[in-house]
């Protein structure tokens, strides 16, 4: 079965600090798709990025970064320099079969502080 | 402009009532999908629809119902059997296999 591990439940840091949000995923597929998502206090969802499990390049976009690594089957976020608009609730999440309706396993969400 | 809409943004329900949450969206995507999500914790599967006139169930259907009578909606029903209906859903909808995007969600609130 497919798993999802967001251990950081809570990081706290101040306007500026690099931060990284770890993602630790299970699957026995080798075909599956990872995923970020930020929630602000809105509470709608935000798309940030999506990887398939072929392609191990690392990404950056503006202030984030994602380090994909399948031999410890981990998909982490790194902002750099945050801002406090950076507050929220990131989710990562897996889609394993892309003929079973596509659906996303979250793990439970890591709740970001930013501090000016 | 294109997205996805859901109404109301917030609801109150007695016990015992039977509440349906609004999903639409223009994004003419195929498939829809319905999360709840609890204070504090990820979001689960309640329901989802890969084409109009057919759904399956996900992880927590139980004391829920759905439709899929048009492709851009989605409306889920939460029935008095659902013990514990008060959380926040979120509805999203994609192309098949592809990214998910979500509506702003609504929050039920048992009074």
């Known amino acids: 079965a497919q798993k999802v591990t967001q251990a950081q439940t809570e990081i706290s840091v101040v306007e500026k600090e690099d931060v990284t949000l770890d993602c630790v995923y299970e699957t026995r597929d080798t075909t599956y798709y990872l995923f970020w998502y930020k929630q602000p206090p809105s509470g709608e969802l935000v798309f940030l990025i999506r990887r398939n499990s072929f392609d191990e390049q690392n990404e950056i976009s503006g202030r984030y970064s994602w380090n994909f690594q399948k031999s410890t089957s981990s998909f982490n976020f790194t902002i750099t320099a945050s801002q406090v608009v950076d507050s929220a609730v990131y989710f990562c999440a897996l889609s394993e079969d892309r003929n079973a309706g596509n659906m996303l396993t979250f793990g439970g969400g890591t709740r970001l502080m930013v501090k000016p | 402009d294109g997205g996805i809409t859901q109404s109301p943004k917030y609801l109150f329900r007695k016990e015992g009532q039977n509440v349906t949450l609004s999903c639409e969206q223009n994004?003419?995507?195929?498939?829809m999908y319905w999360y709840r999500q609890d204070p504090g914790q990820g979001l689960r599967l309640i329901y989802y629809?890969?084409?109009?006139?057919?759904?399956q169930k996900g992880d927590i259907a139980e004391g829920y119902s759905v439709s899929r009578e048009k492709k851009e909606s989605f409306p889920l029903t939460v029935t008095s059997a659902q013990k514990n209906p008060t959380a926040f859903y979120l509805c999203?909808?994609?192309?098949?296999?592809?990214?998910?995007?979500f509506g702003p969600g609504t929050r039920l609130t048992v009074l």
């Open positions: 629809s890969q084409i109009v006139n057919d759904f």
């Open positions: 999203a909808s994609s192309n098949r296999a592809d990214t998910q995007y």
């Open positions: 994004l003419n995507h195929d498939a």
